[in-house]
């Protein structure tokens, strides 16, 4: 069983390397930025109490569409923008692989908070992964202010379409790329 999952995870770090981290063109990072904050809106509409995060946290990761799909294995995968102190800093993208009861597929959006720098430097420094007793809370109004940190991040979804018959993130690995301020992309500031 070990080998099989083993063998689910080369397959998916082989997906996500085919998938850059950082969009390779400016339309596509125009185009994912535009996505990101139109996830945080969506975030911020289903429920106010979320802005506390944004306000407090030491940083985020803003991943606008997550696809993720299976028919007992299954596999996800998402990129979007990492934030620390309201100021875009460079980008991520997320890779995950799964076996056991799941069937179906969705598309999701995420966002993970960081508490302090100690973790938002994990998530940056280091190949950042989940793990399995990390969970997400599903948003909705006023279900933000009855969460908190775990291990240091705080983790929301919002299904965006689709049915599936499992929701976990643990498990989900993280690549991060810094952005380098150039003269065509400059720096964004989201709440």
């Known amino acids: 069983m070990k080998v099989l999952l083993a063998v689910l995870l080369v397959v998916m770090a082989g997906v996500g390397i085919g998938c850059a981290t950082r969009p390779e063109s400016l339309a596509s990072r125009d185009l994912l930025s535009m996505q990101v904050e139109e996830a945080v809106s969506l975030f911020q509409s289903r429920d106010p109490s979320i802005q506390a995060y944004f306000s407090n946290s030491y940083g985020y990761a803003v991943l606008p569409r997550i696809t993720k799909g ?17 100021v875009k800093v460079g980008y991520c993208s997320m890779s995950q692989a799964s076996m056991g009861f799941s069937f179906g597929g969705q598309y999701f959006r995420e966002i993970i908070f960081f508490q302090d ?75």
């Open 70 to 86: 299976a028919v007992f294995f299954g596999g996800a995968y998402g990129r979007g923008e990492v934030f620390a102190r309201g």
């Open 117 to 191: 720098k100690a973790a938002f430097d994990r998530f940056t420094m280091e190949d950042f992964t989940l793990a399995a007793q990390v969970t997400a809370v599903a948003l909705e109004t006023g279900s933000a202010s009855r969460s908190d940190y775990h291990y240091g991040v705080a983790i929301f979804i919002v299904p965006d379409q689709g049915l599936m018959v499992d929701a976990s993130v643990g498990g989900q690995k993280f690549q991060y790329e810094p952005a380098f301020i150039m003269y065509d992309e400059p720096a964004t500031v989201i709440p």
